[in-house]
């Protein structure tokens, strides 16, 4: 055991987790890793011990199997002072709106399992009596746009819980930050358009996290821009709004 | 498909761009298609990090495998970067040991120009620090490379320009250092022969680096600033210095293609005037700098290429052998003068003995001009090349866009040794890049 403090990351294999594990062991956190495949994640803890001279433990985790949350967080060997969760599908919206069942993977991947496993990681923080919870929800999420919504909508469910989680915890010392990411250069997003003065690196995306965590932000739009951005999106009247091609 | 291009945006080329998540994927990129070539972080200024077909970006592969704090020894993939090298090593006491102008390099581009330093002349050259590197051939294979292992192949890839495979991981040393901080010592030239005079004497000192105002002609042709510099103990450092200063993002950005007004022989003439008094009012004594505006002066305004308008722009850097190199450089430096549209400033600087079977540094001065992009440019440089080859110097691939086929082979007369065992490596002569197609003789 050391005294250093400690950050779990859920989707640690994704561009934006190993940027987030990236900040925080720079910053002298020890780091957990979790996912699907942990001999995926052994480089990215090497890289990890080799550059902050760290402890980083690999853990088991897949966001669609919520019968297993339970077992996994009290299989922690502790409680992780920060836990952030980067787990996300974006999917392919054409197929979704035919196919049952990828719509409900989107669905489960960005809404319910993150939901589930942040809020038992609530219910430990508040007992404890402190603790940080990071979501990496979506730009997505604030409205439902013609190209996207399966994947805005669960990330908007997402927001929403992250919001009350934040009102009800606050009282018990226990913090919870939104980050919204607009536009970021990762596996997701490789191959599509886009808008270059408004897309990020994924390390960006990293020390936004560290940051907000640090200073006890409650919601991030990683790019500044964005919140302009979704602010008009978000007034503009329904009418409107549906004529657009967006 | 998309539009490729160097840093230098010339020439600009249709390429398929692949962006491999893993080793086996790299291998399916090679393998799947006769003509691609590894890229890094886009340094190279011309044709060198663009597939003939297809090029494969490397940056993704960006973790540090290991890292002995004992030693300095580290192994990492081949898309690290050095300014995260630095970032990372440099507050526990580790630096690398050579760096170019741009601290954004990958090793594997690193590796592949073997590029030079302000310390080439007593310390050589980045791939002296290399022990080994993960390569995989052209053929499919995957080697492991160093000097007593597959030797031929690790001198081949050592400035090779990616043209023995994609170097996957590599093994290198990092230098101990005390502090973040170079202790530098600027001298004002007064003319080349001053200037070549003051390099010499910077013989023994680790770094040493000329810049020349180009804009001066006649008495002054050559006139400079030379930066000598050592890396600074913590006893030489203010008491409330912090021993690593924090390396920041690029402030400045060029958001949009200058107009290429914006450079004319009076600005640049002006600029000069201007840089060299204020270098000069610093000479004499020495002071203490932090090593970004050191070693990367250009680092600080992020995309300065734009500066030179849309149709970007050429390097021209040669190598001249000591024998003789006064006469030669004097020669160009009149002629750039005269035509008045070159940099705002040309570097100057000495090389030792390259390490790599085409690495271009040789025992001599190197000189690095920039050219925009147009009217006859072409042509001047065919001249300049011309001086070059009769002086028996060569041109660096890595800043090349333009040369002769036989201005390269005339530079490079291990190039035969060097095709046998690329020959070897690659029967099929899968591994290609635009400036391979230029300069070797495939198609
Ligand atoms: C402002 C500036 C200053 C510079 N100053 C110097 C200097 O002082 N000294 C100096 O020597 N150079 C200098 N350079 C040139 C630069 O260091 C080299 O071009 C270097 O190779 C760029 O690295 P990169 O990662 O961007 O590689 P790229 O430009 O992407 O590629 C360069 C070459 O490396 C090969 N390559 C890249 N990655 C791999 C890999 N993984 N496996 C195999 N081959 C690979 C490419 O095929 C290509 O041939 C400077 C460049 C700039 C823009």
Redesign the pocket.
Known sequence: MTSRKTVLVLGGSSDIGRAAARAFAKAGYDVGLAGRDIAALEPDAADLRARYNIEVGLHKFDALDTASFESFVGGLSALPDVVVSIVGLLGVQQNAESDFAHATTIMRSNYEGPSLILGLFAEKFLVRGNGTIVGVSSVAGDRGRASNYVYGSAKAGFSAFLSGLRARASRGGVHVVTVKPGFVRTKMTEGMKLIGPLTVEAPVVGDAILSAVEKKTDVVYVSGKWRLVMLIIKTLPEAVFKKLKF | MTLVS??GRFPVVDSDVLRPRSFEAVGEAVAGMAGS????????YGD??IGAVRTIG?TGFDRVRSFDPATGRVRLE?GVLLSDLIDTFGPRGFLPFVV???RF??V???I??D???KNHHCEGGFGRYVDSILLRTGQGEILEVSREQNSDAFFATVGG??LTG??LEATMRLRPVETGWIRERVISASDLDAAMRALDAGDAVTYSVAWIDCAARGRDLGRSLIYLGEHAGKDELARDAVAFPAGKNPGLSVPIDLPSMTLNRYSIRAFNELYYRMGARRAGGSHVVSLYPYFFP?DSIADWNRIYGRRGFLQHQCVIPEQGARAVLGEILDRVSRRGDASFLAVLKKLGQGDGILSFPLPGYTLALDFPLKGDILNFLDEIDRLVVAAGGRLYL??DARQSRATFEAGYPALSRFNAIRKSLDPACNIR?KLSQRLFDEV
């Not at chain 2, 070539?37 to 190279?44: H, I, L, P, Q």
Request: proline share 3%; no cysteine.
């Open positions: 160097g840093w070539v590894a890229r890094g972080n886009g340094r190279a060198a990090a490397m081949a170019p102008g741009t390099v990958s594997g581009g690193a592949a120009a590029v030079h330093g320009m990616g994609v170097i250009l890595a800043k890049s």
